[in-house]
């Protein structure tokens, strides 16, 4: 079965860092771009950042771009978000989705999310 | 800038039809895609390349004109109140955008 599962979510202060983790199964991670989007709760779908299946490009929207850091580890089929300097805007559920060519590049399959909040 | 505007939300009775419009110069270049989310789920993608179905009933579908598209839901049922995201990226898979969302109620 093809999954993607999120974990790393936390209540976190203003200034803080956290990492989020993103494990995939079922299907061969490396040929895959991997995307973050976030999602304030009661609001819209946010994109917020991709990284291509072997790691050496990454792209973020605007407003996250210099505190956000995507990576992936290939060999453990995970994806990661550093997120630093938290601000409470960047509380969200933040999900982890999969792209294909197979349909065109859309986000076909996605992770449960996993929390962010940023409170002090 | 990439932005995809859709109505905030679209009201039907069951049996009716839904019709949700997303709209956007982003439109022009590239394939818009759909995403169904309900209540405390992830998104699903029902709708991709502007109008190919992906496992879904055959009530839901999708066109475009220009840089618009629009997703119908014909014969709408129950199960079927939703959010819906349109999305679409640059050409060159920089950035990628979603619409603002459409909250689909069943009356």
């Known amino acids: 079965e093809v999954q993607l599962v999120e974990s790393g979510g936390a209540l976190v202060q203003p200034g803080g860092s956290l990492r989020l983790s993103c494990a995939a199964s079922?299907?061969?991670?490396?040929?895959?771009?991997m995307h973050w989007v976030r999602q304030v709760p009661g609001k819209g779908l946010v994109w917020v950042s991709r990284?291509?299946?072997?790691?050496?490009?990454?792209t973020y929207a605007d407003s996250v771009k210099g505190r956000f850091t995507i990576s992936r580890d290939n060999a453990k089929n995970t994806l990661y978000l550093q997120i630093d300097s938290l601000r409470a805007e960047d509380t969200a559920v933040y999900y982890c989705?999969?792209?294909?060519?197979?349909?065109?590049?859309?986000?076909?399959?996605w992770g449960q999310g996993t929390m962010v909040t940023v409170s002090s | 800038s990439y932005e995809l505007t859709q109505p905030p939300s679209v009201s039907v009775s069951p049996g009716q039809t839904a019709t949700i419009t997303c709209s956007g110069d982003?439109?022009?270049?590239?394939?818009a895609h759909w995403y169904q989310q309900k209540p405390g789920q992830a998104p699903v993608m029902i709708i991709y390349?502007?109008t190919e179905r992906s496992g879904i009933p055959e009530r839901f579908s999708g066109s475009r004109s220009g840089t618009r598209v629009t997703l119908t839901i014909s014969g709408v049922q129950a199960e079927d109140e939703a959010d819906y995201y349109c999305?679409?990226?640059?050409?060159?898979?920089?950035?990628?955008?979603f619409g603002s969302g459409t909250k689909v109620t069943v009356l």
């Open positions: 989705a999969r792209i294909s060519s197979l349909y065109y590049d859309a986000f076909d399959v």
């Open positions: 079922g299907f061969s991670f490396s040929r895959y771009w």
């Open positions: 990284i291509t299946g072997d790691g050496t490009s990454a």
């Open positions: 982003a439109l022009a270049k590239q394939h």
């Open positions: 390349k502007d």
């Open positions: 999305q679409t990226s640059d050409s060159s898979f920089t950035y990628f955008v």
